[in-house]
């Protein structure tokens, strides 16, 4: 939806009569229509099926920097969304609107047509976490799960995931915490920040704790793609923590540094990166102890201090000590 909203020029079009692997325009759907041409060709495939199909065409867009897209085929369904997308860019790309907009995609997700519901999953994908976790989704877990680890499919999973841990349930909760434990136990890092994202929003404190139980409580090694996921997903739900949780996040934070200090600097990274200042005291701490010993990890951490207007002697004194040279 963001391409099409932020074109400048929209056009369906088909296989050129005179020559079946050149596009034609057929339909101005944006924009004043201009001498510049789609570098595209028909390929055989697109070919076939619009020769079976006379009113589909292939939707293209022109960006402002003169660049062109090819967005979708657009046949009876494809083209109401593009129409619905044309009639609230206005509204759906301003932060007030992102409700509309999470709430119209939502409603395909139960369309018969596996492409409609693919669009809507890169759509709400789209969508801040805050905003998505207060929508309404109809469809099941069983559905949101099936084809979770399909290769082909793999872009929409982090999606999916995020979905199941918002609808919540008993069912969600059990394929959630299955899904850690295979990870923790595998020690791979696919999707790991956003099961565990899915775990806190649909068990709260529980969830907090399987995390711990699962990844903190034990010696076993974290890599370091397995930290950053799971410092990701504990700025994303202490961003947006519900009630009563703030003492259980904090308290996660606070047991993965000490078991893995390694994660001191992907902490400050990522909740500044949220502009989550709830760690501040912990990154203060931390610079005061010299648990930052690489001189960009150092002032990045200062960094996430200063911005959240608590800069004072403790994180300038390091910095100071370790001169203003960056040889």
Same mark, same amino acid.
């Given at each position: ?25 057929? &339909? ?24 079976? $199909? ?9 960006? =402002? ?11 009876? $369904? ?7 997308? =044309? ?10 609107? &992102? ?13 018969? /047509? ?6 809507? @999953? ?5 969508? /801040? ?14 559905? @949101? ?16 995931? =995020? ?6 349930? &008993? ?7 299955? *899904? @850690?434990?295979? @990870? ?27 995390? &711990? ?23 994303? *739900? ?19 540094? /000490? ?19 709830? *760690? ?38 390091? =910095? ?5 040279? /960056?040889?």
């Amino acid at each position: 939806s963001k391409q099409i909203a932020d074109s400048v020029e929209l056009v369906a079009k088909r296989p050129a009569t005179q020559n079946p692997f050149q596009f034609a325009p057929i &339909e101005q759907l944006k924009g004043v229509r201009s001498d510049s041409i789609p570098p595209h060709l028909v390929d055989s495939a697109t070919r076939r099926r619009l020769a079976h $199909h006379v009113n589909h065409t292939v939707l293209f867009a022109r960006g =402002l920097d003169g660049q062109w897209t090819r967005l979708m085929l657009l046949d009876e $369904h494809n083209r109401r969304i593009a129409e619905e997308v =044309l009639a609230n860019a206005g509204n759906w790309t301003t932060p007030s609107g &992102e409700a509309d907009k999470r709430d119209y995609f939502a409603g395909l997700l139960d369309h018969p /047509s596996s492409n409609i519901v693919y669009t809507a @999953l890169t759509e709400l994908d789209a969508i /801040s976490y805050e905003v998505l976790r207060d929508g309404m989704y109809p469809v099941t877990i069983e559905d @949101l799960l099936s084809g979770i680890t399909d290769l082909q499919r793999m872009a929409f999973a982090p999606i999916k995931i =995020l979905l199941i841990g918002i609808i919540g349930g &008993e069912d969600a909760e059990q394929a959630i915490f299955q *899904q @850690l434990h295979r @990870l923790a136990a595998s020690g791979s890092a696919m999707n790991l920040g956003a099961w565990i994202t899915a775990a806190i929003e649909t068990a709260g404190p529980r969830g907090i704790h399987n995390l &711990e139980r699962q990844f903190l409580d034990s010696d076993r090694s974290l890599s370091r793609p397995q930290l950053l996921e799971i410092v990701r997903a504990l700025s994303v *739900q202490s961003k947006n923590a519900r009630s009563g949780l703030r003492a259980s996040l904090d308290g996660a934070v606070r047991q993965l540094v /000490s078991r893995h200090p390694e994660a001191a600097p992907m902490v400050a990274q990522a909740f500044g990166t949220a502009a989550d200042w709830s *760690q501040v005291g912990l990154v203060r701490e931390l610079i005061s102890s010299d648990a930052f010993t690489n001189r960009s990890d150092l002032i990045a951490a200062a960094a996430y201090v200063s911005r959240s207007g608590e800069l004072n002697g403790a994180s300038r004194h390091p =910095l100071m000590r370790m001169g203003t040279s /960056s040889k």
